[in-house]
């Protein structure tokens, strides 16, 4: 039986006819940029996230370079981020040419410890990172005092929630993406920024078209162009509906797992207390990764390493002078941990295939 580590064909073919009309919308229309279903998925998303705004822009990438340009991040700041990440979320601090200050993760949350922050802090720290990784919030509440604006990186959290409040209007600013893997993805790129303050609305709205204000080619300021397409825009306003229950289905998966895989002599994902997770990713974590690995390939039911090597260790940041020592808590989740199956698409027979594979291997 085929497991594959994630399954947009089968969800593609529940779908199809509702996407296909909403394809067909937009073809009609022959409105490509900048048109209604951009704007109407704006307006969802900022009423999901509880923000005042919402803005999109071309990419999860995008979101994380334009927050930081409208928080006036220059070369010569800091900006204190974790160490266990998708590369994007310290690559956009360095892009523009501002140094990443990096933090260890808690090894059984995978999130940032934020009680190391205040150590890092010093009077080039223009803002800080966090990211909801892996689906759940990052418990940011500790930072909120110390008035240095949060970004708060929720790429893989659309729907998730900490103490009732909305991944994506925890920090100053939020972030997100719609890479086709994501909770919530298009079929292509595109990402969306959520915040309450008017001014870094304002400021977003101009920095993605080359800075334009109200007037046409009345240039405010230098941006870019980093939009999102009204194709993309009706393929995620459908998708939209059903975020809920697929984050409830990845929750009952998760459940699955805890049930059946409690005995075993491997390390369970831990949930923050106060948090909806929404397992974009189910992470198990082994002293025997690499041989569980291979069993569940030669089985054919897909795995992943996320991620194996800690950001600050890459070869682009050897500049910066950290070593593995600096980050014992990623290191260990870098060595031990292994992504399963755990998409909504999941069949039963699937769910227990994936359990009994991983049985097998450890009664061996
Ligand atoms: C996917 C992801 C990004 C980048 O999003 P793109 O749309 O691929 O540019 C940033 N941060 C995290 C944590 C991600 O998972």
Known sequence: MHVPLIDLKSQYAKIRNEIQQAIDDVLASQQFISGAKVHDLEQQIASLCSTQFAIACGSGTDALLLSLLALGVKEGDEVITTCYSFFSTAGTIAWLKATPVFVDIDPET????????????????????????????????????????????????????????????????????????KNLGAYGDGGMITTGSEEINARIRKLR??????????HEMIGT???????????????????????????????????????LPLELPKTESGNFHTFHQFVIKSSRRDELKSALEANVIGCAIYYPLPIPLQPCFSGLGYT???????????????????????????????????RNFFQK
């Open 209 to 218: 078209t080359h800075g334009e204000g109200k007037n046409k080619y009345l």
């Open 110 to 181: 995978f999130l940032l410890k934020t009680e190391q922050v205040h150590g890092k802090i010093s009077n080039k720290t223009r803002a800080i990172i966090t990211v909801d990784l892996f689906g759940q919030c990052c418990p940011v509440e500790s930072l909120h005092g110390l008035e240095i604006p949060v970004i708060e990186d929720a790429a893989q959290a659309m729907g998730a929630t900490r103490n009732q409040r909305s991944s994506g209007s925890l920090g100053a600013v939020g972030c997100f993406s719609f890479f086709p893997t």
């Open 324 to 358: 593995s020592t600096d980050f014992p808590g990623a290191m260990e989740a870098a060595s031990n941990s292994l992504a399963i199956p755990i998409h909504p698409e999941l069949t039963e027979q699937q769910l227990n295939f994936v359990v009994k594979t991983i």
């Open 225 to 263: 162009n980093s939009r999102l397409d009204e194709l993309q825009a009706a393929v995620l306003s459908v998708k939209l509906n059903y975020l809920d229950r697929w984050n409830q289905q990845r929750n009952s998966n998760a459940a699955f797992y805890r049930e059946h895989l409690r005995d």
